[in-house]
């Protein structure tokens, strides 16, 4: 079973206005693409966005941790938030280098 917190208003708050104004919003993860019992964390994240920032989520990018990812959170978010905005792949796991 997945469980998550409740949104940190600052924090989601502040995706809506560059989402208004028709830039390209990109979400980052450090969470694998499942859990230990096989179950979609990436569908859960979806689920989750879509309930919290809004449905418009559903078609912005969302890069989370490869599978066997083992490295700290706080490595996987940094790496993640220093991706070059070109290879941004939407569907593709990201692997800690």
Known sequence: MLVWGLPNPP???MVH??????H???FCSARPECDDQGHSVRA???DWL???PGEWTE????MMRG?????RDH???HELANIPTPSVTPTAPFSHG
């Not at 599978?67 to 490295?71: R, V, Y």
């Open 11 to 13: 924090v989601s708050d």
């Open 17 to 22: 206005p560059p989402h208004g104004a028709g």
């Open 24 to 26: 390209q919003i990109i």
């Open 44 to 46: 859960a994240t979806r």
């Open 50 to 52: 879509n309930q919290h």
């Open 59 to 62: 078609a912005a990018h969302l």
């Open 67 to 71: 599978q066997d990812d083992k490295c």
């Open 75 to 77: 490595a996987v978010n």
